[in-house]
């Protein structure tokens, strides 16, 4: 045999025998046609992999160095330990109501309600504290169950009855701000429980313990979106619905769910509110809607459903609360914090709807 007969019978293979898909054999006795295609390292595949799957959240997390370091340099007070826990405490009620936001994002729909279900969930924790004289835990629970109901609520307006989630939850704004106010006579609750103050003065060797709460919340709801079926689910209703209904998937249920959810963690918000001052007031929450929408949207997920996630959200919270902290220490009145807000919300979808073009573009 040939020494162009010895290539021709292994010049498919390596040196360990193993075939190498990069060559392919002539068949006619004569030497390998094509070169090896290049390999890219392993490492350097995962260390791809990882900034493609994370690059939405790692533009977040610079976002945050670079708005800290900007604050930084205007303020000499911002890293300091009061500010920072303070900025913390801030972000709790946010956090909160913008967990059960982005649920309701990623199903393609939009909660307005956020707010006023926190000022009426409030006024029943306060009721059910001091009129009823329940204990604190069973006071809680009843204000995330009725916060709970009125999101199922919500939800069954969406699924069942075909409204547009927009006109269902600015109805349900409307509703319950004005339950607010007739259940509590148009009055704030004080004198609750010194035991429900726990809840907001709490640390853990010196960090807020409701905000320590928030992370865990958030990393629960990060769990659940990424690795069940449901959080699955979720994610293919919001991207595409009528293909999620055709493969055989809950998507009233778990729209429901997304609601469901929305309306229990704005009670939940609520006892947080109540828990810093012991008294609540009607019109508690007010604007909530906006600053959790402002979140989410500023986490980078898309207002038409099915992109998002509870990372980019969490960080998206801690970015809204940085700008709040700012205006503050740049002694920018109240008034003119919601135009700032209103303006970055804009400039958000703005951003997110120029990427998702470009995207849509590639994919092409």
Do not use: C
């Amino acid at each position: 045999m040939s020494s162009n007969d010895l290539k021709a019978h292994d010049g498919g293979r390596n040196g360990n025998g193993v075939q190498n898909p990069g060559v392919q054999n002539t068949g006619d006795g004569g030497a390998a046609a094509a070169a090896p295609a290049p390999v890219t390292p392993a490492p350097r595949r995962r260390h791809a992999g990882f900034v493609h799957r994370f690059a939405l959240e790692i533009r977040m997390l610079v976002v945050l160095i670079v708005l800290s370091i900007a604050l930084s340099l205007i303020s000499s007070h911002f890293f300091s330990l009061g500010n920072l826990f303070n900025l913390m405490d801030q972000s709790v009620v946010t956090g909160i109501a913008a967990i059960g936001q982005t649920f309701v994002i990623l199903v393609a729909g939009i909660d307005l309600s956020v707010g006023a279900l926190t000022g009426v969930a409030g006024i029943v924790l306060g009721l059910a504290l001091t009129s009823a004289g329940l204990p604190v835990p069973v006071a809680i629970a009843a204000a995330i169950v009725f916060g709970g109901l009125m999101g199922l609520v919500n939800g069954l307006l969406v699924t069942f009855g075909r409204i547009a989630p927009f006109i269902v939850t600015l109805g349900m704004m409307s509703v319950a701000r004005s339950l607010a106010y007739v259940i509590s006579d148009g009055n704030s609750i004080s004198s609750l429980p010194q035991g429900l103050s726990y809840i907001g003065s709490a640390d853990v060797f010196g960090i807020p313990a409701n905000f320590l709460f928030v992370v865990l919340l958030f990393a629960l709801a990060w769990y659940y979106l990424t690795f069940t079926k449901g959080g699955r689910t979720i994610y293919a209703i919001g991207s595409n619905i009528e293909a999620a209904r055709a493969s055989g998937l809950k998507v009233t249920y778990y729209t429901t769910l997304a609601y469901v959810l929305s309306g229990a963690l704005s009670a939940l918000a609520a006892v947080m509110l109540a828990s810093r001052l012991l008294s609540i007031d009607p019109i508690a929450g007010n604007g909530l809607e906006l600053d959790s929408i402002a979140a989410v949207v500023i986490g980078g997920a898309s207002l038409f459903g099915g992109r998002g996630s509870m990372i980019g959200t969490f960080f998206g919270v801690l970015i809204m609360g940085l700008i709040r902290n700012g205006l503050n220490l740049l002694n920018v009145g109240p008034y003119w914090q919601g135009s700032a807000i209103g303006a970055i919300i804009i400039i958000a979808v703005l951003a997110e709807r120029i990427v998702t073009t470009r995207i849509n573009r590639r994919g092409q």
